[in-house]
């Protein structure tokens, strides 16, 4: 069982910059994943990151703004979120999969953190 801690999560506000983390247990490589849910609004992908040769994908909603990002001797994934706008407001969610390629569905990751709150006030 992979355990997901995820921390950086805060206050910040519009066009401020929040740098979010991720570290897994274990020493098992995973393709990792950044979703998250705003209130009323169902879980959307944001971001993730290949453990075969570190691709990333982004939804269109945060590219350009966000950047994802690995340390594999720490096991930690990295989401850098600059130009934070209102509706950037969310728990975000770390997750990891088997994949060896990144994916945007939530159904391909196994493993799920606990969730930071993001909160961008304008």
């Known amino acids: 069982q992979v355990q997901l801690v995820e921390s950086g999560g805060g206050l910040v506000q519009a066009g401020g910059s929040l740098r979010l983390s991720c570290t897994s247990s274990?020493?098992?490589?995973?393709?990792m994943g950044w979703f998250r849910q705003a209130p009323g609004k169902a879980r959307e992908f944001a971001a993730s990151i290949s453990r075969s040769d570190g691709t990333t994908k982004y939804a269109d909603s945060v590219k350009g703004r966000f950047t994802i990002s690995r340390d594999n001797a720490k096991n930690t994934v990295y989401l850098q979120m600059n130009s934070l706008k209102p509706e950037d407001t969310a728990v975000y969610y770390c997750?990891?999969?088997?994949?060896?390629?990144?994916?945007?569905?939530?159904?391909?990751?196994?493993?799920w953190g606990q969730g930071t709150q993001v909160t961008v006030s304008s």
């Open positions: 274990g020493r098992a490589l995973y393709s």
């Open positions: 997750a990891a999969s088997y994949l060896p390629a990144t994916s945007t569905s939530g159904a391909d990751f196994s493993f």
